[in-house]
């Protein structure tokens, strides 16, 4: 995109990703897979959105999981190039599987 | 076709003829029955266009730049406080460069209410972004309302248009007009294309973001630079539409001008008084000419330079004031003389304000002024018509 | 409709809402419900500006800002110019409090008094936070904010309550008013849905908290969110072309939390502690609240 456009337009759609707002974060929420039902709930409520759902039948069945058949459920992945650390995956998560710990810089 | 019509008929006529697709606007004297009939165009199938009776004039330019952003033909008008109303939005229809047309009923502004003509509203919005014509009568406010879509929608301009009908001498006065056909009107414009970025599900981009220190003011310099550059996309349009049409237009018109000594500078509906007062001064042997000004924004600075170089006075009358200081257009006129090594006398003259009638009585009180002028040291600034002593006594001055 | 973009999104990561915002994941929500066919309008406010300073932006769907006051109208032209081109989209319009309850009234209330199909989303942080935090009609009675400030001769903060928002728009007779709250999930997608599928205006009031003006930790958005709705303070309700005798609840707690539990949380309403009468007024109306409405509950 040129460096001015007319009328001050944005004609890229969602160049934000450029924004590295993982920079941001002071505290890191880290998933324990043995411990994650899969229940989405974190990927629901980031507000990044910086919690990846993957779909990925080779993923799905090489990440720990604490029961075989929830292995056929999608993978949660945090991306912290985008992550702020706000922590509501930490607190919303129903079993615990997320870490929220303080960030090593 | 010749038509008998109402100067705001001009406007809705130049809507039609334009095949605008969406009209958002909001009632207000005098400029009411721009609405009013493009509402009945659509009620009897002669126009197919959305009508949004929107609920202030704020929401009108609004929805003028939420139809616009998303890729159709806009026109609205307003007058005076609507138009004061709209003023937030103006220039975010032009900051966005949004090709929006808007017939004005050229009104006074409050207080105290007054619904009569004068320019306050539209001069009041120099400003603003938005190129400003003024029409010196019906079939001028027809025409201009058609080449302002050509000349905010060329690729090298995309700045909105304000064109300027005097409240009531123009809107609600009817007068004989030749009404192009649609055919011509169509080939003179072309089919709309919008030559800026749209809402588009297929190419989703974001209008109207928000600028920081390092980049907002240059989107300031594409606004001048394109308010440069309609200089001659107007001319270019101008010509076209005489070759077209038949009838000349020009950013300044002189009239008599050659060899006179006073010129009369006028906008809008005073400049047909003007012209006949004119003609009588110089049956009188008076070297009095004319000046119209039709195109306010861009300032046609160069024009006006070389046609009132070599008058002795010119003498600005204009239906506008700017408190402490004095006319708006005395104020760019002058300083568009400024680089003259011998430049004319200019004196200002305050007239015709909240729909005062101006009469020949009134410009031989001009004139005699600006005759003085020639001899002598005039004040700079002068009110017309106006009961001075009544002033004085109610200011504790007398 | 009937395709699925859940797994989509619409809304770009690299925004610059504070962590913990509510607005991104009501807005990133909306928008996988809504799909591609759809045009935003945005009000003036955080959303707008942390979400679009040029020449970034985190929207993947066409989306239009004006002003503050307008964006009900905004949506109306682009609603219009649609119409005109035969193009059939979702129009949605997004405002803060302080743009849909204050200052952009006229324009929404004009422009669901037109008709237009335009879905207008309310995501209510209670008060002008982009601006720092002053109060807004939207403000509930007891808050603090930087305009309704709690000292000695003012010992409560704001001390008017809450404008119904919800049902003076529910009121203008439109197919569809109702309050929402993403911390409820299940109800916000389907409400969301609903509103998507029906003709003409649609209103929604969703209950977004706001870190820094309500004054919690980040982690904290949803619980707190649960709680206001769980307490009774946020009722959940639906009223369909201003029926209000059949106006929907459709969520009641089985048992309602305390409303101190709510207040305890965020720093706003920490002053109101220091006089039991204070959290026992609002315990009173919101008691009162579901004494009278109590019987629309629906599940």
């Known amino acids: 995109m040129e460096v001015i456009t007319r009328g001050a337009v944005i004609p890229e759609p969602g160049n934000s990703v450029e924004n590295k707002t993982g920079t941001w974060r002071v505290f890191k929420p880290i998933i324990h897979y043995e411990k994650c039902i899969r229940c989405l709930i974190c990927w629901q409520f980031c507000p990044e959105p910086a919690i990846l759902k993957i779909d990925d039948e080779k993923v799905k069945k090489e990440t720990p999981a604490p029961k075989e058949p929830l292995k056929r459920l999608p993978v949660v992945e945090i991306d912290y190039d985008y992550c702020k650390g706000c922590g509501i995956c930490y607190n919303e998560c129903p079993v615990n599987a997320i870490e929220f710990v303080k960030e090593e810089k | 076709m010749k038509v008998m019509i109402r100067g705001n008929e001009s406007i809705a006529y130049a809507f039609k003829l334009a095949r605008v697709q969406v009209v958002p606007a909001y009632p207000i004297t005098p400029s009411t029955l721009v609405p009013e009939k493009i509402s009945e165009f659509i009620a009897n199938g002669e126009m197919k266009a959305e009508f949004v009776p929107v609920e202030s004039e704020h929401s009108a330019l609004s929805a003028a730049i939420g139809a616009s952003a998303k890729g159709v033909r806009v026109g609205t008008a307003t007058a005076s406080q609507g138009l004061a109303l709209m003023h937030e939005i103006l220039f975010i229809a032009s900051g966005m460069r949004l090709p929006i047309v808007m017939g004005i009923g050229n009104r006074a502004l409050s207080a105290p209410i007054n619904i009569w003509c004068d320019h306050q509203d539209m001069m009041s919005q120099r400003d603003a972004g938005w190129m400003q014509f003024y029409a010196e009568s019906n079939q001028e406010g027809l025409d201009l309302g058609v080449m302002a879509f050509k000349i905010a929608e060329d690729e090298r301009v995309l700045l909105p248009a304000m064109v300027g009908i005097d409240a009531f001498v123009l809107t609600h006065t009817v007068e004989p007009v030749e009404l192009p056909e649609q055919k011509e009107v169509d080939d003179f414009l072309g089919e709309f294309v919008p030559h800026y970025v749209t809402l588009d599900p297929e190419k989703p981009a974001t209008l109207g973001s928000f600028g920081f220190p390092e980049h907002y003011m240059e989107f300031k310099y594409g606004q001048w630079i394109a308010m440069e550059r309609a200089k001659k996309v107007i001319d270019e349009v101008f010509s076209k539409f005489e070759e077209k049409f038949g009838r000349k237009y020009a950013k300044v018109t002189p009239e008599f001008t050659e060899d006179a000594d006073i010129l009369l500078v006028t906008m809008g509906s005073m400049t047909s008084t003007t012209r006949e007062f004119v003609k009588r001064m110089r049956e009188n042997g008076k070297k009095v000419g004319l000046v119209k000004l039709t195109v306010f924004r861009p300032f046609p600075k160069e024009e006006l330079k070389e046609i009132l170089k070599n008058a002795k006075v010119v003498a600005v009358l204009e239906r506008n004031i700017s408190f402490g200081f004095g006319g708006a257009v005395y104020a760019e006129i002058s300083s568009a003389l400024s680089s003259l090594k011998e430049k004319p006398k200019i004196v200002d003259f305050i007239i015709g304000l909240g729909g005062r009638d101006i009469t020949f009585k009134s410009l031989e009180a001009a004139l005699r002024i600006a005759e003085r002028a020639m001899k002598e040291e005039v004040d700079e600034i002068n009110w017309i018509d106006v009961n001075k002593e009544a002033v004085l006594k109610a200011e504790g001055l007398l | ?299």
């Open chain 3, 1 to 299: 409709m009937s395709e699925n973009y859940e797994n989509m999104e619409f809304f770009a990561p690299g925004h610059g809402m504070c962590a913990g915002c509510a607005a991104p994941i009501i807005v990133r929500w909306i928008l996988k419900l809504a799909g591609p066919n759809t045009i935003v309008t945005n009000a003036t406010g955080c959303l707008e500006v942390v979400t679009t300073a040029y020449p970034r932006t985190s929207w993947r769907v066409p989306w239009l800002h004006i002003a503050f006051e307008n964006a009900a109208a905004a949506a109306a032209g682009v609603e219009a110019a649609t119409r005109a081109k035969g193009e059939k989209l979702n129009i949605i319009a997004f405002g803060g409090d302080g743009g849909t309850v204050d200052i952009g009234f006229q324009a929404l209330s004009g422009m669901v008094e037109r008709g237009h199909n335009v879905l207008y989303i309310l995501y209510d942080n209670e008060a002008y936070m982009n601006t720092g935090i002053q109060r807004s009609g939207a403000t509930p009675w007891g808050a603090w904010t930087t305009t309704s400030k709690v000292g000695n001769a003012n010992p409560i903060g704001k001390m008017r309550p809450k404008k119904p928002i919800a049902k003076i728009l529910a009121a203008h007779d439109i197919p569809y008013a109702a309050t929402a709250n993403p911390a409820f999930f299940q109800d916000f997608k389907k409400k969301v849905k609903k509103a998507l599928s029906i003709e003409g205006p649609k209103f929604l009031h969703v209950l977004s908290s706001c870190t820094t003006g309500w004054r919690h930790d980040p982690s904290k958005t949803i619980e707190i969110l649960r709680l206001a709705t769980d307490t009774g303070l946020f009722p959940l309700y639906e009223i369909e072309n201003g029926d209000f005798e059949n106006m929907r609840i459709t969520y009641k707690p089985k048992k309602f939390k305390p409303v101190e539990e709510y207040l305890k949380m965020q720093g706003r309403f920490r002053h109101l502690f220091k006089n039991p009468e204070y959290v026992k007024k609002l315990q009173r109306d919101v008691d009162e609240w579901w004494a009278k409405y109590g019987k629309y509950y629906c599940p």
